[in-house]
């Protein structure tokens, strides 16, 4: 799983910095979070194609989270896009992309499926979830939890042939979970398959105050993405507009046990990210800004 940071800037975009927007490159899929003004452009500047976008969750509705879906979705149109979209955001985003899709002489030209997510709700799909978890921000926010279902245990291949199990196909097979059979013998994939692994995970707050509920959704986090739209010492006036400081995000990473902390959301008043880094790396070590482009490949822990 690759995360690739798209916007890492707050508020408005700078020369640096657009505003937020960050995909995770999952298989061939893409999932966005967030898509400020002039994202699809920003991914004709990365390692991505905005064509591959599968699935876009929107936190809130500032226009820094949200404004880069029409020019998206007008461009995957222009690039004779089939595959249907499909959004999910907190509770308006049907109302709001009835709008937004219609905009100007234009409608799209492929199917866009929008749902609304409550507090706390969950989207299944096959291999992973997608949760949602209320934010304390100055308008209704969500942030969301990716996490990975388990995968399946180590595939012992001496004990498949102390089994008497030919190599070839029949193991591929256990290591899918299938059950075979051989020789009048029946293999359950339990029988080679160590015990089960736990699957990545990946949570993003959006723009929000610290919040201890995130904090719990985010328990054992590979990655915490976290607003640090500023450093420590703008942190007062920061929370009264419904943002962090670095040092405020780095706590909620400690809290979650996180093993990776990715700061974002920064003020176009920064040129020099180094206060940022140094507040939080006090409370957490592993705490980084990343520019736009970077790229972060999210390893298994086993
Ligand atoms: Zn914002
Ligand atoms: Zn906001």
Redesign the pocket.
């Known amino acids: 799983m690759q995360i690739v940071f798209l916007g890492t800037g707050?508020?408005w975009p700078s020369p640096k910095r657009n505003v937020a927007a960050i995909a995770v490159k999952r298989g061939r899929e893409i999932i966005l979070f967030d898509c400020g003004e002039g994202t699809q452009r920003q991914f004709m500047m990365s390692s991505l194609s905005f064509m591959q976008v599968q699935k876009i969750f929107i936190?809130?509705f500032?226009g820094?989270?949200f404004l880069g879906l029409p020019g998206l979705v007008q461009s995957m149109t222009l690039n004779d896009r089939k595959e249907p979209l499909r959004i999910w955001g907190p509770r308006g985003i049907r109302d709001l992309m009835e709008v937004l899709l219609r905009i100007g002489y234009f409608s799209p030209g492929f199917d866009v499926y929008v749902e609304e997510m409550e507090d706390g709700s969950e989207v299944d799909f096959p291999e992973y979830t997608v949760t949602s978890v209320k934010m304390t921000?100055?308008?209704p926010?969500i942030g969301f939890v990716l996490q990975e279902k388990d995968r399946p245990g180590k595939f012992n291949r001496e004990r498949a042939i102390e089994l008497g199990l030919p190599e070839g196909p029949l193991f591929g097979r256990l290591q899918r979970g299938e059950t075979v059979e051989h020789d009048g013998m029946t293999v359950a994939p339990e029988m080679v398959l160590g015990e089960r692994r736990a699957g990545r995970k990946i949570a993003y707050s959006?723009?929000t105050l610290p919040s201890s509920s995130f904090a719990d959704a985010a328990t054992g986090s590979d990655v915490l993405i976290h607003d640090a739209t500023t450093d420590a010492s703008l942190e007062e006036k920061q929370n009264e507009?419904?943002?962090s400081s670095s040092r405020q995000a780095a706590q909620i990473a400690r809290d979650c046990g996180a093993r990776m902390l990715f700061l974002t959301?920064i003020s176009p008043r920064y040129d020099d990210v180094s206060t940022l880094e140094k507040d939080a790396r006090d409370v957490f070590e592993n705490a980084h800004v990343p520019n736009d482009f970077d790229e972060h490949l999210v390893r298994y822990k086993d």
């Open positions: 707050g508020s936190t809130h500032h820094d989270h921000h100055n308008v926010s959006g723009d507009f419904g943002h959301h």
